[in-house]
């Protein structure tokens, strides 16, 4: 058995571990009677819900160790000793975690008396002369094409607003697209350019962007951009605080009121940043990240994955505190937060979570960490410190 366990370590390490091999390792875990390491059991938990990365650091040494990785040669026999030692060691410490996680799963899970329901597509267009249209109901109908555009369905079942090119030139009138909480929505532009905006978000644009000289939007809140490529028509993102020029890229723009600093990611292309007021700005390059503060702009590399992870379905944090994780939350499920211990405010997070789970399998996970503690009162969200 102790081959097996020391084998399924090193798939687990190595993030190889099919769910078969962990569905057995757990089990071989659950019929240990082994007494429990707390340092390794936070480390599991850890892994398995939030930071596989962090866990790696601490885990790999072992694993070298055990696979003599990095070491003068030796004779054989000290080397089957030596490697006999530490896995040995590496099987004791698996067990007791993976019993650990076992029997803290059971006695932490936390039933919550009512649940909220993942945001979904849902946006209101305002035309220019203040007629509202709610874009989830008008899927069909002539009320659409009156309105100069469409509404079709992707593969993936994302609705998509699809904005009808204006044939004079002239009409800089003004439409706007926004999201409530607990809601996002797709456009297509008539120029190929294609936005996904985030809960709670808006972006505005003129009937004539498709022939405009310069396509300019306006955006509140968070979206991602895919623009297309026109050297002749600069593509232009104006936000409260910044301006961001673009000739053809994908990148992804924060700006929330209730955010104390604007985030521009860049994944392709190049970009331009600039402060508004000032005659500050920065060209981005992949990978790149500006975050505009009262102190001006700053620019640093970062996981592009993370910035646009609520795109593709998830929260992702990376060292993020509760305070700051909550507001994604409260956006995206429509809920008020209020904090009964204020400290819960600076715990950190490492780790991913699915966008499209109900609130409380989302709240469990961060319940795990023993750090803080929920209740869920209509749509209240009442967090603790534990």
């Known amino acids: 058995m102790e081959e097996r366990i020391l084998y399924l370590l090193q798939q687990f390490t190595a993030k190889t571990l099919s769910p078969a091999e962990r569905e057995e390792l757990l089990a071989l875990a659950e019929h240990s009677n082994s007494i429990l390491t ?49 896995a040995a060691a590496a099987v004791v410490f698996i067990v007791f975690s993976f019993t ?47 309105a100069g555009f469409s509404i079709t369905k992707t593969a993936d079942g994302q609705l998509v607003y699809n904005i009808a090119e204006s044939e004079n030139i002239e009409d800089t009138r003004l439409n706007t697209i926004s999201t409530p909480n607990g809601g996002e929505w797709q456009i297509r532009l008539p120029d190929g350019s294609t936005v996904w905006l985030n809960a709670a978000s808006s972006i505005q644009y003129p009937l004539n962007i498709g022939t405009a000289k310069q396509r300019v939007v306006k955006l509140d809140g968070e979206a991602y951009f895919e623009v297309a490529k026109d050297k002749a028509h600069p593509f232009i993102v104006e936000t409260d605080k910044q301006s961001v020029e673009v000739l053809g890229t994908h990148f992804n723009i924060n700006s929330y009121n209730d955010e104390i600093v604007t985030k521009t990611t860049l994944l392709e292309g190049s970009v331009r940043v600039s402060q508004k007021n000032t005659n500050q700005s920065e060209i981005l390059k992949p990978g790149e990240q500006s975050i505009l503060s009262v102190s001006g702009i700053d620019v640093k590399g970062v996981d592009v994955d993370e910035a646009i992870a609520w795109k593709n379905g998830y929260f992702m944090f990376n060292n993020e505190k509760q305070v700051s994780i909550l507001r994604k939350v409260a956006r995206w499920y429509n ?52």
């Open 38 to 86: 707390d340092e390794i059991v936070k480390m599991i938990v850890a892994e398995e819900e939030y930071a596989v990365d962090i866990v790696d650091e601490k885990w790999n040494p072992v694993l070298n160790k055990i696979l003599n990785v990095d070491k003068p040669a030796r004779s054989p026999r000290k080397i089957l000793m030596s490697t006999i030692k530490w």
């Open 100 to 146: 650990a996680y076992i029997s803290l799963n059971k006695k932490k899970e936390h039933v919550f008396a009512t649940d909220v329901a993942p945001g979904k597509n849902k946006a209101i267009l305002t035309l220019a002369d203040g007629k509202k249209i709610s874009l989830s109901d008008a899927t069909t109908g002539n009320i659409a094409k009156e």
């Open 335 to 386: 809920v008020e937060v209020e904090y009964a211990d204020p400290e819960a405010k600076e715990v950190m997070y490492y780790g991913t979570v699915s966008r499209f789970e109900k609130i409380s399998k989302v709240l469990r996970k961060f319940e795990q960490t023993g750090e803080v503690r929920f209740d869920i009162k209509g749509n209240k969200l009442i967090v603790y410190k534990e």
